[in-house]
């Protein structure tokens, strides 16, 4: 009964911005770590950011120094900020959350994937 739905996807050339969110919603007690996966066509699914709930991330070499994430723990939202955007960043991008739900089991949830292509 939880679940994460990301906007913010879309088109862009290459060097600009996009800005990601996920929010998650529903029976939810708590969220640990969030993060944020691409995986693009016949490519295998990647980790890009990660963020526990006390703000501490990590990012895939590829996007260090250009993507950032961040989180607003009230709101049960997870963002990442994309800057200098590639031709090989062009993915599906995928949200995922650690939940502690309301019955007090811990599960990993998925958002519904939002398109970010990157070309002139």
């Known amino acids: 009964q939880v679940q994460l739905v990301e906007s913010g996807g879309g088109l862009v050339q290459p060097g600009g911005s996009l800005r990601l969110s996920c929010a998650a919603s529903g029976s939810i007690f708590s969220i640990g770590a969030m993060g944020w996966y691409r995986q693009g066509p016949g490519k295998q699914r990647e980790l890009v950011a990660r963020i526990t709930k006390g703000g501490s991330t990590n990012y895939a070499d590829s996007v260090k120094g250009r993507f950032t994430i961040s989180r607003d723990n009230a709101e049960n939202t997870v963002y990442l900020q994309m800057n200098k955007l590639k031709p090989e960043d062009t993915s599906v991008y995928y949200c995922?959350?650690?939940?502690?739900?309301?019955?007090?089991?811990?599960?990993?949830?998925w958002g519904q994937g939002t398109q970010v292509t990157v070309s002139a």
């Open positions: 995922n959350a650690d939940v502690w739900n309301r019955g007090f089991d811990r599960s990993d949830y």
